[in-house]
């Protein structure tokens, strides 16, 4: 039951990059552009999330965080056809603000907690330079405490950020700064950058982690989620 497992992203090259997929009792972040495929992959997830995978993983129920209004049970629906699962099933397997249900309060069943995006209120509710160490002081509370939640439950936990609009680190060459500062990167564990490319495709990153090489791979987001 405490055994670590990993979910599929959707894309085997991507899959790879992780060394498998998004891992339990870990912190995994995205960031990236707008349009990059940070929702598109975070819905992918609720739906691999729900199948069997390696070491004996059953698959599980996923708590969705919408901070930005962008989960769509359709795009849901789309995604569990791609895998031939039950669209009802699947949708009835994830707890979005709007879809609570009694049966969801049921311990040790949640595999997955998405929180799409984990910054957007705290730059509207703290802003300007002023703000900053009290913003960064409840950043760091609230990725403490997921944290611990991934490690006492055994879930996955994984986070969408988003990028600084610093035309410096543009002219610096590296235009893919996560925003959150040293709060955000010292408490994920693994960090993704994603950005688009030329006819459609994207790429997903290593942007830095304890354990995985600084590999980039190629993937894209299709009706039935991401793929290669
Ligand atoms: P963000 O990183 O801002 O969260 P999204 O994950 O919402 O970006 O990605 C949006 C992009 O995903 C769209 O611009 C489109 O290219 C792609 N997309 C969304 N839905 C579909 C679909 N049904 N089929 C193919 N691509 C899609
Ligand atoms: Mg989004």
Do not use: W
Not at 64 to 89: C, G, K, P, Q, V
Not at 158 to 181: A, K, R, Y
């Amino acid at each position: 039951r405490n055994q670590i497992f990993k979910l599929s992203t959707g894309s085997k090259a991507f899959d790879k990059l992780l060394d498998g997929g998004i891992e339990s009792m870990a912190i995994t972040e995205v960031f990236g552009e707008s349009g990059s495929g940070k929702t598109q992959l975070s819905h992918t997830l609720c739906v691999t999330a729900q199948m069997p995978g390696p070491n004996g993983y059953i698959g599980g129920k996923v708590i969705f965080i919408d901070t930005e209004h962008t989960f769509r049970t359709d795009r849901l629906r789309s995604i569990a056809y791609r895998f031939n699962l039950d669209e009802n099933t699947v949708l009835e397997n994830i707890l979005c603000a709007r879809a609570y249900t009694s049966e969801h309060q049921e311990a040790g069943v949640f595999k997955l907690l998405i929180v799409d995006s984990i910054i957007a209120h705290f730059r509207v509710d703290y802003y300007g330079r002023k703000e900053m160490a009290h913003r960064q002081h409840r950043l760091g509370q609230l990725m403490a405490c997921l944290q611990k939640i991934s490690e006492e439950y055994n879930i996955a936990i994984f986070i969408t950020n988003q990028i600084t609009s610093n035309l410096n680190n543009l002219e610096q060459g590296d235009p893919q700064q996560p925003v959150g500062g040293n709060i955000l990167a010292h408490a994920s564990t693994t960090r993704i950058s994603l950005r688009k490319v030329l006819n459609g495709k994207r790429i997903a990153k290593v942007y830095d982690s304890p354990n995985l090489a600084a590999n980039e791979v190629e993937f894209t987001v299709t009706s039935g989620g991401i793929d290669d």
